[in-house]
């Protein structure tokens, strides 16, 4: 139990695109979802957290204009990186916290290259 | 802001114990995890520990927690090579949000 997928796995795009990122879990609801960013050999850097049906609380110095997140539903959440710039290159993973619990469960990560 | 800090390497033989150590600076965190990533992999959570806890144990691993000293240990028995990834210690963020602190993740290496 406590499945969270990510899709895509690996993306790469061209400099000025956007790109969506989809977070699900597969076998509970999760009315938390949250966005992390990691890069090589880094530790993990919580860059907002996402509710369903609310707006997004991001971290001090993380865009909102340029990460957008949206919870639609209680199994869903994407991350779309808009105008992406090679310094967005980086290991996004997410995790869901099921409703009700303190535990989050991590997705297996989307790696985006931007050229 | 709230701190954790790990080793950030540890290499060990196969059959060994391993001893995994953190320190934190948040002293209400109320539950503290201990994640496993594998490379270009998301974290799998090993184990937690309740705050009123001073040991779990959960078949080769035992969490070790000093309240008072905010310290935190993860002791692998009978290390294999598939034990061989980063280890994180993260403990949750008590001013809510159910937010979680990361340390930089120490590396495990088993070697025959």
């Known amino acids: 139990g406590a499945v969270v997928s990510q899709h895509p796995s690996r993306v790469i795009c061209k400099s000025g695109t956007s790109v969506k990122i989809e977070c699900r879990s597969l076998d509970f609801q999760a009315t938390t979802m949250f966005w992390y960013r990691q890069f090589p050999k880094q530790s993990l850097m919580l860059m907002a957290t996402s509710n369903e049906g609310s707006k997004a609380t991001y971290e001090q110095g993380v865009e909102k204009d340029k990460f957008l997140i949206n919870h639609a539903s209680l199994t869903l959440s994407t991350l779309t990186v808009t105008s992406a710039h090679p310094e967005d290159s980086s290991f996004y993973i997410c995790?869901?916290?099921?409703?009700?619990?303190?535990?989050?469960?991590f997705g297996p990560g989307t790696r985006l290259t931007v050229l | 802001g709230e701190d954790v800090e790990q080793s950030l390497f540890l290499s060990v033989r196969e059959g060994d114990s391993s001893v995994i150590n953190c320190t934190y600076t948040?002293?209400?965190?109320?539950?503290l995890y201990w994640y496993k990533q594998e490379p270009g992999a998301g974290l799998q959570l090993l184990t937690y520990i309740f705050s009123n806890m001073d040991m779990k144990q959960d078949q080769r691993l035992t969490v070790l927690l000093n309240k008072k000293d905010k310290h935190l240990s993860l002791r692998i028995a009978d290390t294999q090579t598939g034990d061989s990834a980063i280890y994180f210690c993260?403990?949750?963020?008590?001013?809510?949000?159910?937010?979680?602190?990361f340390g930089a993740g120490t590396r495990l290496a088993v070697h025959p």
């Open positions: 948040d002293s209400s965190s109320t539950y």
């Open positions: 993260a403990p949750m963020f008590s001013g809510g949000y159910n937010k979680l602190i």
């Open positions: 995790s869901a916290l099921p409703t009700g619990t303190d535990t989050q469960y």
